[in-house]
């Protein structure tokens, strides 16, 4: 348990630790006009004015957009879009891993903010033989 409370402080430090290199949130980061204004919005230092509102807009999307993911993938009879491992990771870490999975690659940032997360989800999150 206290491994879990570890790895969950150590993602949100490294979430911080990317916001504060980054640039101050907007307002029209708001209007997610791809993947780049989502971590905008999820990366934003605490320091920032708009940092409150910035991440609950990041964890409100994230998670309205991995649930309606998940009922679609579970309408599925097979090839399924993505396997959680279980335990799931905490929503910072998955948010935490998120970040590091869009910041690795620059193209990314162009996607659309919900096709973000469903490529995240795919590419993190396989599903093995049979699921």
Known sequence: ????AWVSALALYATLCVGSAR????EDNFNLHNTG???ALCSA???DPLYTAATNFCHGF????FRV???EDAARRSN???CLPNPPPTRSEAVA???QWVNAKADRMALPAADGIAAFLADQYKCTRGR
């Open 1 to 4: 348990m206290r491994t879990r």
């Open 23 to 26: 640039a101050a949130v907007t």
């Open 37 to 39: 204004d989502l971590i």
């Open 45 to 47: 230092a605490q320091s």
């Open 62 to 65: 994230a998670v309205g957009v």
């Open 69 to 71: 993911l998940q009922e």
């Open 80 to 82: 399924h879009l993505f």
């Open 97 to 99: 891993s998120f970040t």
